[in-house]
């Protein structure tokens, strides 16, 4: 099993790349710009707003938008061209999806297995890594009851981790590939305690890290002292690849953690 785990360690950054098409960054010096959600988008810039708790929109540089954890909550009566729902909690998720809505992903297994997207609008790609969650009334493992959602826009990797409950196998972390933005459930209980969000982290090597879900901002930053921490005074952020921190640092984004 060592022999297998370190092989594929090793052809980790091949595997992500055949998975995801996403290659390590060279970014410049770091220019996170917060700005307003109607700003458009210059060629290569993806825009990133945080509605709150775990939904984000995401536009990419030709325009196509996507809602991450969506409950019907959106900006500006904006009907987005994709939503994911990571996992079926009522903070996560809705039954009743605009109609209008293009392309409406389900994280979790609803009865017919693994859930599998890989679906392509327009210049935005999004695809998703099935993760196990805690079945709290049996106190054992539901199988698939969540995704990771990878989002491929303007040459950037953005993984929403969603209600992740485990760390990630060799495989898992393969699949993912290499991530360049990495939006991260920060409450440390419900769903992956700090210690063990640290070593996903840490193995998915992202060049951004930005809390979402609720907890403490400041434990978090804490616990995660290695990466310095700025504060947006936006809800909002213009990113590209050119503008990325060269290492890893933490963004918080205004908003509603809750």
């Known amino acids: 099993m060592r022999l297998i785990a370190a092989l594929l360690l090793s052809l980790l950054p091949s595997l992500a790349f055949a998975a995801g098409g996403c290659l390590p960054i060279a970014g410049l010096e770091p220019r996170m710009v917060p700005v307003g959600f109607t700003l458009a988008s210059a060629p290569g810039e993806v825009l990133l707003h945080y509605i709150g708790h775990s939904s ?37 998720f809705t039954d009743v999806p605009d109609p209008r809505i293009k392309h409406v992903l389900r994280g979790w297994d609803q009865g017919e297995g693994p859930p599998r997207w890989d679906i392509t609008h327009q210049d935005m790609r999004v695809r998703n890594v099935p993760t196990n969650v805690r079945d709290y009334a ?17 040459d950037l990797c953005i993984a929403h981790l969603g209600h992740l409950h485990h760390v990630l196998t060799d495989l898992q972390t393969a699949e993912v590939g290499q991530i360049d933005v990495l939006l991260v ?17 840490e193995e998915l090597r992202p060049r951004l890290i930005i809390p979402m879900h609720y907890g403490s901002v400041e434990q978090f930053i804490q616990v995660l002292g290695r990466y310095p921490a700025t504060r947006s005074g936006s809800r909002s952020v213009v990113l590209s690849r050119k503008n990325l921190p060269k290492k890893t640092e933490i963004l918080v984004l205004q908003g509603d953690l809750f």
Request: avoid cysteine; glycine fraction near 12%.
């Open 185 to 201: 459930p920060i409450d440390g209980s419900v769903t992956l305690g700090h210690e063990a969000m640290v070593q996903v982290i």
């Open 138 to 154: 049996t106190g054992g493992t539901r199988r698939h009851g969540n995704s990771i959602f990878v989002f491929e826009a303007g």
């Open 56 to 92: 984000f929109l995401i536009r990419s540089p030709e325009g196509a938008t996507a809602i991450t954890d969506y409950t019907g909550r959106t900006v500006e009566s904006a009907v987005p061209d994709i939503v994911s729902m990571n996992n079926a909690h009522a903070t996560h």
